[in-house]
């Protein structure tokens, strides 16, 4: 792909990174490499569309913390259910090997720049406001405790469609807000003598307003379309507050780079259609956008196909389409370079491009293909004379077994070139944690010569060298944690950036079972014709 930074011609403060739809496992694995290839190019922060309080667990693990577990930080530092995504789990890890020994001001840190709140619902501001009372060393927990109530006021989802359910401009909300404001003052007031932990205690202050906000916006008399419109704004106005801060904290460290879906990070405005009627709200990227002028930066992203989602490739006349024409390999273009074309059908699974996110972005980011274990079998049984034989009860496999993919070369069914499998073997090779929904991996019988370039030393020194490789790391090569022995080596859910070195791989495990077959074949001639004579 072409280097991001090369597409702009003022190096932005803020990089945004959109992807167009949630749940397709490339945009992060792809969010992941590009970030890494930033921090040697001077950036130094993420922010991703996540709770920013939660997001400070995360950032404590990533600081090499070692108080708080990657397990820990994968539950409590993401919000929205992000830490189940594999890539988000890599991402934390990568940035913790990065931070291990370097000095401060080259150090990475992780944000979260959502408020603590969905657009259907949000908590109340009581752990916050507790969190801040704890650090300010002040006891107002029975005042906060009674206004708040049962959480239960705060939680219910109909109030976000029903007005008159709402709590947010209750008598006791409106208390909240002026505790908040109050706390908010004290913190400054204090800042002298509690300097370190304030930036935390800042940000679990700020939540608190951000959560008691959204309630009195969801309060508000208004029709259910204008309501769902002003709640995304409230949104978006929370998480470009939330950017700004970040930008102002980071601003003497490096640019940052922020990852979330286009419509948050668009310069345009966000529209939606309800009820028959176009809505539109100012997104937290044209806020931001607004604000920083040429410092704020956005590539959109763009999909063509992604089996886990369910979305096929696109037709030839669309945007997405004409993107998939010219390279089948993920790729930046710069949104200048993008002739008009016709707009993808929305089905809200994925939001399509159209001219005016193109006209108001700096480049975009195509991928014609999310990867799952079907995408790679059918690049494997594309190879000449390749057979699959896929477990199951029919044929005798073990239950654990049922699904994964064997490929062969010839009737000999003792040794597989390749498999793709999508379950642990407990106590055997469960180190790849395939346990996780979606997960698989890919083995390949590389042979010794491969497999020592590759890793740097033969199959029978692995046992010597298996505590230095996380196996269940993406997108990297490593050694069979089962098999490494017999010169095979693996990777988990490859992203589409990684194909080719995947069929540079394939072609030779691909070879050598070609080999095998053939002098298979030459033995058995030759046993026929010795028994002939």
Known sequence: MISLLDLFAVPPALLALGEPTHGESAFLQIRNETFMSLAEQGYRSIALESDRAAALIANEFVQGDTAVTLD???????????????????????????????????????????????????????????????????????????????????SDTAAIWEPGRSIGRSTDAQRLRVIADDLLTELYLNAPRLAEGWP?????????????????????????????????????????????????????????LVFAHNTHLQRQSSTMTMAGTDVSWAGAGAIVASLLTDRYAVVVGSLGASPALGIEAPARSTYEGRLQQDTTLPRYVRAAEIAAAERRTHDYRYFPLDQATIDHADAVLHIPTGVDAAVLADRILALPGVEQVVASEENGSPEGAWGDRFFYVGPDRRQPFATIVEHDVPGFDDASQLDRPGVFRLNLDLGRTEFENLFGFPPKAFEDHRHEFDFARLDTFVPHPGYALYGFGSIVMPGPHMLPEIDRLLTIAHARAVDRHERAARRTADQQNQDVL
């Open 72 to 154: 820990r930080a994968l539950a409590e530092g993401f919000s929205h259910g992000l830490g189940a995504a594999p890539a988000n789990r890599d991402l934390l890890l990568r940035m913790r090997e990065w931070n291990a020994g370097r000095p401060a001001a080259e150090r990475l840190t992780f944000h979260g720049f959502d408020a603590p709140l969905e657009i259907e619902g949000a908590p109340s501001p009581r752990r916050y406001l507790r969190w801040v009372c704890d650090f300010l060393g002040l006891d107002r927990s029975a005042e906060i405790d009674g206004l708040v109530g049962d959480e239960a006021r705060w």
């Open 200 to 256: 935390t205690a800042f940000v679990h202050a700020m939540s608190a307003v951000a959560v008691l906000r959204y309630h009195a916006a969801a309060a508000a008399p208004l029709r259910q379309e204008e309501r769902f419109a002003r709640l995304a704004g409230v949104r978006d106005a929370l998480m470009a507050e939330n950017l700004l801060a970040i930008r102002s904290a980071e601003a003497h460290r490096g640019p940052t």
